[in-house]
């Protein structure tokens, strides 16, 4: 008899399964790290938790079993026309011991487990076939989650043979047939009140079909020499059954082995497609029943889950973009952008914002609030100069400091305030430099050391005024804003200045110098083509130093604004420090940007340039009277820091004029652009010179 | 005045939002479409959900080169081939699928009470969980849909914390919903026919996300509203 079965098997071929496909919700992994944090932390004894497949996929999708954020909880409901499928979570402290984990030895503890149900159970339905274990490591740090899947298999030593090949139900049975299948099915469903049943025994004739629980097993075996096993397939493969149908296999086989030669089984499968439901897809097929030894013990088993590239090893996901918080802070900071320009601002260009690279030269009360602003925006690009320290009255008018920061010799305000605006936002790209910028008439050439430093601090500035987009000037010495106007208008880069008196501010942008090559062709003609204060184009708007007659030095001549008086009322640093940056996003909206024609207080009753309003040269405020006004002015030929003969000097002797201009007295700036042949010609200076008188 | 009341009207109670749902459930049901009704444990609130799953590359969706060469990286140093080579041994039982990818799409209809309109949650991920990044889910978005949520009112998807459930889901802004349901439903009451909110709403968003509504719908749960 034995020979005659091993021939016969040699012809016959072997019955395959479709193995699991583990399938994960992301609301699975927020809850395993809302777990391992409140509930396990160092506790690595396993858990029991829950998965379900289904059935009635469309073709062509992987045959899952799906844990989603309920699958910690036992009790919750499996999902309608799905099965359930409990398991053991092994969620390890440390990498290492997730890989030290000894899989074997897991998987073989799990199959004994079935196998010992298998062997003394007396009511199949209670029979956990459908089990798996589950191994995770959490890195949560880094937001990976590292899993392995096992659905453990017992094996039949020699396989199954098939005596009839898979085909479609609806080979054999009749549509009258499947019907009946339909009604009988739905109708045990109801009567166990099972939205799904994962094993049933089936009875049928060519009019009618029964379906009865597994249980009815033991009474149809001994009844009658065929028996039908009908499996809730969540396969959906033409030839192949499902992964559950192996365990019951075995167990079929384990006690029915001696009794039954053959087994038909109908993997049933059910599925609504745009309305219809159909069972026709699903597969009826015969195997022939191995003989198990009574002394063969406890069968090997598989069952560990090969990873995306289809070898045997777990999977890593990596959950930081959407657990991050400093990734979500970012996404939050952006939708709070987004949802400006969709409900008040629909044509705002919000990348051009974000995107811009700010220089912030100075840290102190402008600089703090400019930097607060400008993050309100999105900007991420941000980087600070500044060569003091915090000391103890900065705090409360400098918002990125505190008292802490002043301890010590107070920290160097460049690196404090990058610090800190990284603990308000992570998500920004901000650095510090604690550098000191070199002032004309502030001698560098004591040594040759001094002379060294002095370069290097001029070739820092020039390097990072060329690696950003805008630069701001919220320095509180006057002189200290020679150096970078002259560079950023050399390279022509956009550069904003703010500066405050005691209760009097200018917020300008510098006008923005043609490129040299229309420079050259549209010199000539250039001057009375606008009027002095009305359309005046952002080429030819002037600079922060162009209304002075004398150049800056080391001296305490007269100034017509600002920061001598280095005390000035709190909130107007808030004030101009907004200011500074809302200027900077409307000249960014406007499609000439630092090019774009100056709006002036008049034009406050005209269709505004650009999406977000006007963008004026400069804002000058007066905070006695609640007053801003919006003059503007023209670029003066014979400015000390951007007119043609100073930028000429620059960029053809570099440095050698800079050390010059550093060692010498005011004068020679003056000698330079002929500021002092005009001083002793005219007293005019007061043309330029648009302060409190103007009327609105 | 008279516009105002009946601007006000428009607007969708959170009674009207669960009636709605409810028959906009119970037409999903006969169809086999998939449309549930998730309830919050011991609240009466609650969101309609339904899951949809892709084949991934059935939209021509790839993951990013970059990301695919770091996945490998990080793999290969932590895990040497030896740790888990005395599991690979041949099983003549099982069927080799491996590499067969998809994609589960997510969605939400949750009452927002601050905008009395319903909101569209929703979140795609691999088959290990890892969500995808809105741009993997543009590239998922039919082409055709790609032009008009750059632009007008359609680009309001955004990345929010789910209320309910505390995770963080994409979402199709509600600052729009009411002005773009108005005139449908202003257009329907003058017609004096009935319509269900959830059933306009949906079939009106959803095909931006790949959510299409079979067109049984608008008959099925407009004729249930008047029961
Ligand atoms: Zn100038």
Redesign the pocket.
Same mark, same amino acid.
């Given at each position: 008899m034995a020979d005659l079965d091993g021939n016969d098997c040699i012809s016959l071929p072997k019955l395959q399964f479709t193995p699991f496909s583990s399938a994960l919700d992301a609301g699975f992994w927020h809850e395993l790290t809302r777990r391992k944090l409140n509930d396990y932390r160092l506790d690595e004894s396993p858990r029991r938790i829950k998965g379900y497949y289904c059935n009635g996929d469309p073709d062509g999708l992987p045959m899952r079993l799906t844990l989603e954020f309920s699958a910690f909880e036992m009790e919750s409901a499996t999902p309608t026309r799905c099965c359930a499928a409990t398991g053991l979570l092994y969620n390890t402290n440390t990498l290492e011991s997730f890989k030290a984990c000894d899989k074997k030895a897991l998987l073989q503890k799990s199959v004994e487990e079935i196998w010992k149900s298998i062997e003394f159970d007396e009511t199949p339905d209670c029979l956990n076939l459908n089990r798996f274990l589950l191994l995770t490591f959490a890195d949560l740090k880094r937001y990976r989650f590292y899993y392995w899947f096992c659905f453990p298999a017992l094996c039949l030593p020699e396989g199954v043979h098939l005596l009839q090949p898979p085909a479609p139900l609806s080979k054999t049975f009749s549509l009258n047939q499947i019907k009946a299948l339909q009604d009988a099915y739905d109708a045990l469903c109801c009567r166990t009140g099972a939205s799904a049943i994962p094993y049933f025994v089936v009875k049928y004739t060519v009019d009618s079909v029964s379906i009865s629980p597994l249980a009815s097993l033991e009474e149809e075996v001994r009844a009658q020499k065929k028996v039908t096993i009908g499996v809730y397939d969540p396969c959906t493969l033409p030839q192949y059954p499902g992964w559950p149908l192996r365990n019951l296999l075995y167990l079929i086989t384990y006690r029915w082995g001696q009794v039954l030669d053959s087994l038909e089984v109908l993997c049933f499968r059910d599925r609504t497609l745009q309305g219809m439901r159909s069972l026709t897809h699903s597969l009826l097929f015969e195997v022939k029943l191995p003989k198990l030894s009574n002394a063969s013990g406890c069968p090997k088993g598989v069952g560990w889950e090969k990873n995306q590239k289809g070898a045997m090893g777990p999977r890593i996901v990596n959950l930081s973009e959407c657990m991050d918080p400093r990734r979500l802070a970012e996404s939050s900071v952006d939708l709070n952008l987004k949802l400006m320009r969709w409900r008040l601002v629909p044509t705002l260009d919000l990348e051009k914002v974000i995107s811009t690279k700010c220089l912030l030269l100075g840290a102190g009360t402008l600089g703090c609030n400019v930097a607060r602003t400008l993050l309100g925006w999105g900007v991420r690009h941000i980087t600070f100069v500044d060569n003091a320290k915090i000391s103890y009255s900065n705090p409360v008018r400098q918002p990125l400091y505190e008292f802490e920061d002043c301890l010590g010799g107070g920290k160097s305000k460049a690196l404090a305030a990058v610090e800190r605006l990284r603990k308000i936002f992570p998500g920004v790209d901000a650095h510090g430099h604690h550098l000191s910028i070199p002032m004309p008439g502030h001698p560098v050439n004591f040594s040759e050391e001094t002379m060294q430093q002095a370069l290097k601090d001029v070739q820092q500035m020039e390097a990072l005024i060329s690696s950003h987009d805008v630069v701001f000037l919220l320095m509180d010495t006057r002189e200290s804003r020679w150096l970078p106007?002259m560079i950023a208008a050399s390279q022509r880069k956009l550069v904003i200045n703010a500066a405050l008196g005691f209760d009097t501010f200018v917020v300008m942008r510098h006008g923005l110098k043609k490129l040299p090559v229309q420079d050259s062709s549209t010199s000539s003609g250039d001057t009375g083509s606008t009027s002095l204060f009305s359309n005046i184009p952002g080429h030819k708007l002037?600079?922060? $130093? !162009?209304n002075d007659v004398v150049a800056p030095g080391d001296s305490t001549r007269d100034r017509t604004l600002d920061q001598q008086c280095t005390v000035s009322r709190p909130g107007l640093a808030m004030i101009a420090g907004a200011l500074a940056v809302e200027l900077l996003v409307s000249v960014l909206q406007h499609p000439e940007g630092g090019y774009a024609v100056a709006s002036s207080s008049d034009d406050r009753m005209n269709e505004p340039p650009t999406s977000l309003g006007l963008v004026p040269h400069q804002i000058r405020g007066f905070l006695s009277r609640f007053d801003n006004v919006l003059p503007a002015s023209l @670029? $003066?030929d014979k !400015?000390t @820091? !951007?007119?043609a003969a100073v930028l000429h000097r620059y960029e053809r002797d570099g440095f050698q004029f800079l050390a010059e201009v550093f060692n010498s007295s005011h004068s020679f700036l003056e000698d330079l652009t002929g500021l002092t042949l005009l001083h002793q010609e005219t007293q005019a200076a007061e043309i330029w010179d648009m302060s409190d008188d103007e009327s609105i | 005045m008279d516009y105002d009341s009946c601007n006000t009207d428009l607007h969708l109670g959170e009674k009207t939002f669960q009636l709605s749902c409810h028959n906009f459930i119970q037409h999903s049901k006969a169809i086999g479409d998939g449309w549930v009704w998730e309830s919050i444990e011991a609240t009466n609130e609650g969101y309609m959900k339904k899951v949809l799953l892709k084949m991934k590359n059935a939209f021509g969706y790839t993951i990013p080169e970059q990301q695919k060469i770091v996945n490998e990286k990080t793999y290969r140093q932590e895990f040497e081939v030896q740790d888990t080579m005395d599991l690979e041994e041949i099983d003549i039982s099982s069927i080799d699928l491996s590499g067969r990818e998809m994609i589960r799409f997510e969605y939400h209809v949750v009452y927002s009470s601050s905008y009395q309109v319903p909101v569209l949650y929703f979140r795609a991920c691999d088959i290990d969980g890892r969500p995808l990044t809105l741009e993997e889910i543009w590239q998922s978005v039919q082409e055709n849909y790609k032009e008009r949520l750059l632009e007008g009112p359609w680009e309001t998807i955004t990345q929010q914390e789910h209320p309910l459930l505390g995770q963080p889901f994409f979402i199709l802004h509600p600052c729009r919903t009411h002005e773009l349901m108005t005139p449908i439903l202003k257009g329907a009451r003058e017609e004096k026919q009935s319509v269900n909110y959830i059933t306009a709403w949906l079939s009106m968003m959803g095909p931006v996300l790949g959510l299409n509504l079979p067109i049984s719908y608008t008959t099925a749960t407009s004729a249930q509203q008047l029961d």
């Open positions: 106007t002037g600079c922060y $130093f !162009c @670029a $003066f !400015c @820091a !951007c007119s | -």
